[in-house]
Nanobody
Framework: QVQLVESGGGLVQAGGSLRLSCAAS????????MGWFRQAPGKEREAVVAIRWNVWNAANTYWSDSVKGRFTISRDNAKNTVVLQMNSLKPEDTAVYYC?????????????????WGQGTQVTVSS
């Protein structure tokens, strides 16, 4: 089992920044991938960014085209924490953001392949 605890989020004006953090605990050694997903009202859950947990490099990172150049991801290996820094936020970034982890191999952006999910945190960007 893997437990994921998210923090961050909130309300910000367009053009502002927010920072989301996800701390993983439990059997993190079994994790193949970890990512941030988001779901806006009336829309399907979509991948924002996802990484291969044990082989993290540019080639093993998926980015949604909608956030490329605005969002960055960093990782604290000692704390098993992944941080999503969101800059130049737009109203269309408004959604509930979820941290997720998976143990199976496959395409990193596939939400239905993720086994573990955080509780979700609301991000609201006002225009």
């Amino acid at each position: 089992q893997v437990q994921l605890v998210e923090s961050g989020g909130g309300l910000v004006q367009a053009g502002g920044s927010l920072r989301l953090s996800c701390a993983a605990s439990g059997r993190t050694s079994s994790m193949y991938g970890m990512g941030w997903f988001r779901q806006a009202p009336g829309k399907e859950r979509e991948a924002v960014v996802a990484i291969r947990w044990n082989v993290w490099n540019a080639a093993n990172t998926y980015w949604s085209d909608s956030v490329k150049g605005r969002f960055t991801i960093s990782r604290d290996n000692a704390k098993n924490t992944v941080v999503l820094q969101m800059n130049s936020l737009k109203p269309e970034d408004t959604a509930v953001y979820y941290c997720a982890a998976r143990s199976s191999l496959g395409l990193l952006y596939q939400a239905d392949a993720y086994d573990y999910w955080g509780q979700g945190t609301q991000v609201t960007v006002s225009s």
